[in-house]
């Protein structure tokens, strides 16, 4: 059901996105990317790894500080052989087939069993998602899913240095984000959830009966996208299911809960491609992109983030009207 009713749209969105980033970058650009600066980027980002590294190392044990000692020496020998002249190469159309094959070069499957074990936990893992739709089986959480499933890896992977894998998680990230979903109780418990719900029923009344599906749609599409698009998408679809629910129990309305429940699908899924924040997907990727040294801004995503969200939920708005309110399709059999 869920597939039947969000893949046509899914699919608009991805043609519209697609040609709308391709229309704000330039082909050019991506040709001859290795040129000057580029190449003194990477040495810059070289250094600062090592510097980083460097500074990380303690000083209280001998070793610690000939440890440290090395690496100061070979940053200084980075720093001096990073001053020479780079000469740029040719312009070459079919540059990209040597980067691609560099790439794959380098940057392969480094560790096959292990692959196949996250794989065989993946499968674990959605298996009793699916299954937690049957009334026999809704007995473990979906946290607790997600921490046997952790657990699992952490077996079936059997690692030694247990130390070294913490250090490598974003735990800034996580931190993060789990601090959305508390603002999002405080503001709930401050009145907002209430505040939301109540201006929403009451534009819903105000309309003509004929028309009343329509606003609704509307303006829970638009309203979850752009709190999506600030708030972060996961602690705002906690939000607005409870108001969506409720505005399907009220009776004088007598609104289907499946168009109402797909205009929230989409608003979140949406509006969280319109910042940087918007999404966890994002914030994971501004993460690791900040510890290898790219600098991914709020500002400069969202300039295109933005501009493709609110392309992506005028799309989606045509689809729900076409669809939920014209056609009057039900949603299958969504109950």
Known sequence: VFVLNMAPCTFLVLL???????????????????SQTIQQDVVNRGIKRWERASSAIGSFLADDRKLRGVINRAVDKMRAAGK???????????????????????????DKNLLIK?????????????????????VIGFSWTALLGAILLLILADINDYEGLLCRIEWSTLMFLSSFFVLIE???????????????IKAIKSTPHDFQLLVALLLILWVTAFA???????????????????????????LPLGPLVWALVMGAAFGGNGSLIGASANIVTAGVANKHLYK??????FLVGFSVMLVNICIASVYLILMYVIISWDGMIFE
Do not use: W
């Open 186 to 200: 405080v503001l709930s418990r401050l009145g907002f959830e209430d505040l939301i719900g109540e201006n929403i």
């Open 228 to 254: 999506s698009c600030f708030l972060n998408n996961n602690p705002v679809t906690q939000m607005m299911v409870r108001i969506v629910v409720s505005i399907a129990q009220i009776k004088p309305l007598a």
């Open 84 to 110: 020479g002249n780079y000469k740029k190469p040719k312009p070459d159309p079919l540059r990209y087939e040597h980067t691609l094959a560099e790439l794959k070069k380098h940057h392969g499957v480094i």
């Open 118 to 138: 996250c794989a065989i936990v993946l499968i674990f893992i959605v298996s009793i998602f699916m299954l937690r739709s049957f009334d026999f089986f809704n």
């Open 16 to 34: 519209q996105t697609y040609f709308q980033l391709r229309f704000y970058t330039e082909h050019s650009k991506l040709l001859d990317h290795e």
């Open 296 to 301: 991914l801004t709020f500002r400069s995503y």
